[in-house]
Nanobody, 120 residues
Framework: QVQLKESGGGSVQAGGSLKLSCVATGTAVGSNCMGWFRQSPGKEREAVAAIDRYHSTEYVDSVKGRFTISRGKNALYLEMNSLQPEDTAMYYC????????????????WGLGTQVTVSS
């Protein structure tokens, strides 16, 4: 069983930056695709970005040029710049054994989330 735990969330003003981290424990994590997803109250969980074992990445259009996903051996990061109020959400780290994907239903493991709040 893979366990994921996010950290780094907080409250910032519009235009500010945050860096989220996710620590992964358990075997075979390094070979997984990992991703960041977010969810606001009353809305569906949506993809933000994903990265595979080869460091190939995918981003949703709304964060391209502002967010950067990266990974270490057992950690996942999301550098967020030029934050906007619409970025406010609970951010979740996820992992899967399959290839790079922004489809939330194919991910096998999830963290409990870290809150990001952006005020204007």
């Amino acid at each position: 069983q893979v366990q994921l735990k996010e950290s780094g969330g907080g409250s910032v003003q519009a235009g500010g930056s945050l860096k989220l981290s996710c620590v992964a424990t358990g075997t075979a994590v390094g070979s997984n695709c990992m991703g960041w997803f977010r969810q606001s109250p009353g809305k569906e969980r949506e993809a933000v970005a994903a990265i595979d074992r080869y460091h190939s990445t995918e981003y949703v259009d709304s964060v391209k040029g502002r967010f950067t996903i990266s990974r270490g051996k057992n950690a996942l990061y999301l550098e967020m710049n030029s934050l906007q109020p619409e970025d406010t959400a609970m951010y979740y780290c996820a992992a899967r054994s399959g290839p790079l994907s922004l489809v939330k239903t194919v991910y096998d493991y999830w963290g409990l989330g870290t809150q990001v709040t952006v005020s204007s």
